[in-house]
């Protein structure tokens, strides 16, 4: 394996200490984050709120009309009872810090996606747990609720916006680029997941790249890239970061 310096120098941005040596750029007055707080986020096709026992059953109702593809990668489901998805967003939430909202699409539940790995002190938080229902897989309800929750974290402050999925989920890896992040690497026997190997890819969006993230986003999501029936004039992909 070649190595150069290009390898392990620095993509944005650098400083000199006292000695010389390349340290990271200065960011002045850091002082952390706190946990995001639990607000309704209203877009102009959904609307997410912090996960109620009241959503429960429509969760289940939404859920209930998969096939059971739905959940080859995620760590929970298939539910069988509205108590069942009640007992798992809440044992999540309560002992792996989930943080949990439910999308609504015309005031009915269709989906759950959390913030979770919360690092407030360095200013990080991944979106996990991306739970859609057939009603709401590749619509665009969909790609609002993303950015929805990506703008809430990079509004209060958060510098590094995370996504992880198992290698093996194209769809999970293909939805992080469209949406803009990064992709970072693989961290190979991550983890064991329904009871077999699962190496995880990790994807990014930075604070430096979110004003561009977020532009081409919000032009996607524009009024005026759809027509009277809902369909996109110019699709997300063919609109360059």
């Known amino acids: 394996m070649s190595l150069s310096y290009d390898t392990f120098s620095p993509s944005l941005g650098a400083r000199e200490d006292a000695f010389g040596n390349l340290i990271g750029k200065d960011i002045p007055d850091w002082q952390g984050c706190v946990r995001l707080p639990d607000i309704t986020l209203t877009g102009r096709t959904c609307r997410l709120e912090p996960y109620d026992i009241a959503h429960a059953q429509g969760l289940y109702d939404a859920y209930a009309q998969d096939d059971g593809r739905m959940w080859s990668y995620l760590p929970y489901g298939p539910f069988d009872s509205a ?14 810090g989930l943080h949990s909202f439910v999308i609504l699409k015309d005031e009915r539940p269709v989906g759950h996606a959390s913030f979770m790995r919360y690092d407030l002190a360095h200013g990080s938080v991944e979106v996990g747990g991306v739970t859609y229902s057939p009603a ?14 990506m703008k809430h974290a990079f509004d209060h402050g958060y510098r590094r916006y995370e996504w992880k999925c198992n290698q093996l989920n194209v769809p999970s890896s293909l939805a992080a680029l469209r949406l803009g992040f990064t992709f970072e690497g693989v961290f190979r ?19 430096e790249e979110w004003p561009q993230v977020r532009a081409r986003l919000e032009a996607w999501l524009d009024p005026a ?5 809902g369909i996109q004039t110019q699709a997300l992909s063919d609109i360059p970061l």
Request: cysteine-free; glycine content about 2%; proline content about 0%.
């Open 136 to 149: 709401l897989q590749r619509t665009t309800v969909a790609t609002e609720a993303m950015y929805l929750m």
């Open 83 to 96: 108590e069942a998805v009640d007992k798992s967003v809440e044992s999540w939430q309560k002992n792996r």
């Open 225 to 229: 890239n759809f027509d009277a029936d």
């Open 189 to 207: 026997n991550a983890q064991v997941a329904r009871e077999g190997r699962r190496d995880t890819a990790w994807y990014s969006v930075i604070v």
